[in-house]
T-cell receptor, first 118, second 115 residues
Framework: GAVVSQHPSWVICKSGTSVKIECRSL??????MFWYRQFPKQSLMLMAT?????????EQGVEKDKFLINHASLTLSTLTVTSAHPEDSSFYIC??????????????FGPGTRLTVL | AQSVTQPDIHITVSEGASLELRCNYS??????LFWYVQSPGQGLQLLLK??????LVQGIKGFEAEFKRSQSSFNLRKPSVHWSDAAEYFC?????????????FGTGTKLQVIP
């Protein structure tokens, strides 16, 4: 149980285009979803936290207008990288938890999406 | 702000040998600590977590970790490594911030298992 999927697994796009990444909780309802970014040989960096039906909370230094997050339902959150540039190339990982963001909640992670911007 | 250090980027062990992956954290209050494993093409999977109580925590796949407050450490151990344990391991510390959960990850340790 507690499976999280991401689509697509990898995407290549041209500079200046927008890319949407989906994160779905397949067998549970996720009140809270998280988006992370992972650079090669580096740690996962939290980008934003979203609760269903409300605006996402972004971490310091993350551009809200560039990384649009929509958590429209209890099973789906999307991350849209707008006007992507090569420096946005990275591995994006989402996670979901079944409660309201308490530290004791377990986060279930998706397999990640590799974005390459040419 | 919390932080996590995993001093070993890469570790190689023989199958059947014991394993210890190091993790040091920095956090002002009682930490919430996690170990995750990431296999290629798969999402991070929670191995174990520590919130309070017994400082020796048992996890899945035969892993355990010991919380040592005096050393600010939460090292992961396994008595006998299997080839399927080859993966990347992340230590993490969690806190609540602004009413929501925030988990900070270390840079990971890549485990290679040789026959």
């Amino acid at each position: 149980g507690a499976v999280v999927s991401q689509h697509p697994s990898w995407v290549i796009c041209k500079s200046g285009t927008s890319v949407k990444i989906e994160c779905r909780s397949l067998d549970f309802q996720a009140t809270t979803m998280f988006w992370y970014r992972q650079f090669p040989k580096q740690s996962l960096m939290l980008m934003a936290t979203s609760n269903e039906g409300s605006k996402a909370t972004y971490e310091q230094g993350v551009e809200k207008d560039k990384f649009l997050i929509n958590h429209a339902s209890l099973t789906l959150s999307t991350l849209t990288v707008t006007s992507a540039h090569p420096e946005d190339s990275s591995f994006y990982i989402c996670s979901a938890s079944v409660s309201s963001g308490s530290i004791t909640d377990t986060q279930y992670f998706g397999p990640g999406t590799r974005l390459t911007v040419l | 702000a919390q932080s996590v250090t995993q001093p070993d980027i890469h570790i190689t062990v023989s199958e059947g040998a014991s394993l210890e992956l190091r993790c040091n954290y920095s956090y002002g209050a009682t930490p919430y600590l996690f170990w995750y494993v990431q296999s290629p093409g798969q999402g991070l999977q929670l191995l174990l977590k520590y919130f309070s109580g017994d400082t020796l925590v048992q996890g899945i796949k035969g892993f355990e970790a010991e919380f040592k407050r005096s050393q600010s450490s939460f090292n992961l151990r396994k008595p006998s490594v299997h080839w399927s344990d080859a993966a990347e391991y992340f230590c993490a510390v969690g806190a609540t911030s602004g009413g929501y959960q925030k988990v900070t990850f270390g840079t990971g340790t890549k485990l290679q298992v040789i026959p």
